[in-house]
């Protein structure tokens, strides 16, 4: 069982940063795959960037650039730096784990872009 808390999320205009953080319940060490995703009203929920215990990265291309995935392994914690923020990127964002045959998810923090 894998708990994960994100945070991070709130208001800021375009151009603008946030770096959210998920800080999970147990060592990363025993979980491969770490991901973002995010849903915005009316949409499906996208992956946004993942990172793995590898060290592996991918991104959505409308983030690439822009986005950095990354993670702390001795603080259990796994972050999203978001830079140059536009109105587009306004969603709930999800901190995600995979370890074994089992996902997890967060309960989500909110990223609103204001134009």
């Known amino acids: 069982q894998v708990q994960l808390v994100e945070s991070g999320g709130g208001l800021v205009q375009a151009g603008g940063s946030l770096r959210l953080a998920c800080a999970a319940s147990?060592?990363?060490?025993?979980?491969?795959?770490m991901g973002w995703y995010r849903q915005a009203p009316g949409k499906q929920r996208e992956l946004v960037a993942a990172?793995?215990?590898?060290?592996?990265?991918n991104y959505a291309d409308s983030v690439k650039g822009r986005f950095t995935i990354s993670r702390d392994n001795a603080k259990n914690m796994v972050y999203l730096q978001m830079n140059s923020l536009k109105p587009e990127d306004t969603a709930v964002y999800y901190c995600?784990?995979?370890?074994?045959?089992?996902?997890?998810w967060g309960q989500g923090t909110q990223v609103t872009v204001s134009s």
């Open positions: 990172t793995t215990s590898g060290g592996r990265t």
């Open positions: 147990r060592s990363l060490f025993s979980i491969n795959y």
């Open positions: 995600n784990a995979a370890a074994g045959p089992s996902t997890y």
